[in-house]
C-alpha cells in the first residue's frame, strides 16, 4: 500500500508516516515546512519506503505512480501559528483540500482529512458529539483556521456524496507527546518550556476552563483504524478525560519539579471555555480508545523537551 501524507513533517504527521512505515506501507511526505520540521522525518530517509517532496499543497498536484491513500494533514494548527498566516491558512484549508481530493479521485484512493474539535467552536453542547454542528465565529481571529477546517469538511464530504469518492474525517482533539515545538504557543509546550525553565507559568483566564488531552501514539492508531474502517461520517478522535488548566498547570510543575509561579493573563478571544470528546462513536465503530495515562504521556513529552531546551 502506498499512502500520499500532506503535512508529513509535522508533529503528527511525523508520527503518523512513522506508523505507516511500521506497518510495511510505502510512504510519500508533501511539506512546505512553514510550520513542519525536517528533523521530525530525517531518520525516516534510510527506509527505501519513504520519500520526502517539499511542496504546497495548494498549487497543482501531481504523485507519479500508484496511490492507495491521501491523508491531509497540512495546515498550521496552533493559535501562535495561524494568527500569524491566516491566509496560508484558510488557503491550506480550501485550496489544499481541493488539491487532495482531486489527487485522491485520480488516483481512485481512500482519502482522510485531519479536521479539528475547532469545528465545534466555543462549545455549548458538552461533551462534543459528531451530531453537534458548533458554535464558531466566523469573523473572529480564530475564524481562519475554524473555518477552513469546517469547509474541508463540507468539501470532502461533497466528493464523497458527488464522486463517490472514499472520505473518512477525524475531528481531533488536543494531542501532545513528543516533536511538538517549543513554539509551538499551545498550552502542552509552554507549560513544559516555562516549567523546566522556573518561568512563570502563564494560565490565561482563571484557569477553569478545561481541555483534554490525547497522547500522539495513541491518536494515530485512531487515524489509521479510522483510514481503514467503513465509517463514512466525521468521528471525534480524543481523550475523554476532562482537566482545567489551573489542575494541568499543577501536574506540569510537579512532573517537572519546578519552581515556577502560576500566574494569570486575560484569556484570548473565542477562547472555548470546555473541550471534551465524546468517543463512544470511535469506540463502537473503530475499537478505539486511548490507552496512554496522562502522566505516562507527559513524562515522555517533559522527556522529550528536556533533550531539546
Known amino acids: 500500500m502506498r499512502a500520499v501524507i500532506t503535512g508529513g513533517a509535522g508533529f503528527i504527521g511525523s508520527h503518523l508516516s512513522e506508523y ?11 511539506d512546505n515546512l512553514i510550520t513542519g520540521n525536517i528533523d521530525n522525518i530525517e531518520h525516516l530517509f534510510k527506509n527505501r519506503n519513504f520519500q520526502f517532496i517539499k ?3 495548494v498549487d497543482y498536484l501531481y504523485i507519479a505512480g500508484r496511490v492507495d491513500a491521501v491523508l491531509h494533514l497540512a495546515s498550521p494548527a496552533s493559535p501562535v501559528d495561524y494568527l500569524k498566516l491566516p491566509i496560508p491558512t484558510l488557503k491550506v484549508g480550501a485550496l489544499g483540500t481541493h488539491k487532495t481530493l482531486g489527487l485522491a479521485l485520480a488516483k481512485k484512493a481512500r482519502y482522510l482529512l485531519a479536521s ?20 464558531v465565529n ?3 481571529i480564530r475564524g481562519v483556521y475554524d473555518e477552513a477546517k469546517r469547509f474541508a469538511e463540507a468539501m470532502a464530504m461533497a466528493y464523497q456524496r458527488y464522486h463517490k469518492l472514499s472520505v473518512r474525517i477525524a475531528r481531533i482533539f488536543n494531542t501532545y507527546g513528543p ?21 512563570p507559568i502563564t494560565v490565561y483566564g482563571d484557569g477553569t476552563q478545561t481541555r483534554s488531552f490525547c497522547y500522539v501514539s495513541d491518536l494515530v492508531e485512531g487515524l489509521y483504524k479510522l483510514l481503514i474502517s467503513d465509517v463514512k461520517s466525521p468521528v471525534n478522535l480524543g481523550n475523554p478525560e476532562e482537566i482545567p488548566i489551573i489542575e494541568f498547570a499543577r501536574i506540569i510543575k510537579n512532573l517537572t519539579g519546578s519552581k515556577s509561579k502560576i500566574v494569570f ?10 473541550r471534551r470528546p465524546d468517543i463512544s462513536l470511535a469506540r463502537k465503530k473503530l475499537g478505539w480508545h486511548p490507552k496512554i495515562s496522562l502522566t505516562e504521556g507527559l513524562k515522555n513529552t517533559i522527556e522529550y523537551f528536556r533533550g531539546i531546551i
Open 20 to 30: 505507516l512505515l511500521k506497518k510495511g506501507w510505502e510512504v510519500v511526505v508533501l
Open 265 to 274: 493573563k486575560p484569556r484570548p478571544a473565542d477562547d472555548p471555555r470546555q
Open 138 to 140: 466566523p469573523i473572529g
Open 116 to 135: 479539528t474539535s475547532e469545528v465545534y467552536g466555543d462549545p455549548l453542547v458538552h461533551p462534543q458529539k459528531e451530531s453537534y454542528w458548533g458554535n
Open 179 to 199: 516533536r511538538m515545538r517549543l513554539n509551538d504557543g499551545r498550552v502542552v509546550p509552554n507549560f513544559i518550556y516555562q516549567a523546566l525553565n522556573n518561568k
Open 55 to 57: 511542496y504546497n499543497v
